[in-house]
């Protein structure tokens, strides 16, 4: 039995996101399978991962 290797989340700030660059950024999270928590003054806010990795995680039980 193969376990996951544990995935180590990308940060980024919440300024791209202000400046237009949100597709870009979910693109590259939905294409590369990433998972990106999204920072406010240096505090994480928001985690966003791509719709495979959420049913992967529906799919085992967990309450998100």
Same mark, same amino acid.
């Given at each position: 039995m193969?376990k996951?290797?544990? +995935? #180590?989340?990308?940060?980024?700030?919440?300024? /791209?996101?202000?400046k237009?660059q949100?597709? &870009?950024i979910?693109k590259e999270?939905?294409?590369?399978?990433? +998972? #990106?928590i999204?920072?406010?003054?240096?505090? /994480?806010?928001?985690?966003?991962?791509?719709y &495979?990795?959420y049913?992967?995680?529906?799919?085992?039980?967990?309450?998100?």
């Open positions: 193969s996951k290797k544990p +995935v #180590l989340p990308d940060y980024e700030s919440v300024t /791209p996101f202000l237009g949100a597709s &870009k979910f999270v939905a294409d590369n399978d990433k +998972v #990106l999204v920072q406010k003054q240096n505090k /994480p806010q928001n985690v966003v991962i791509s &495979k990795r049913l992967e995680l529906k799919k085992t039980g967990a309450d998100i």
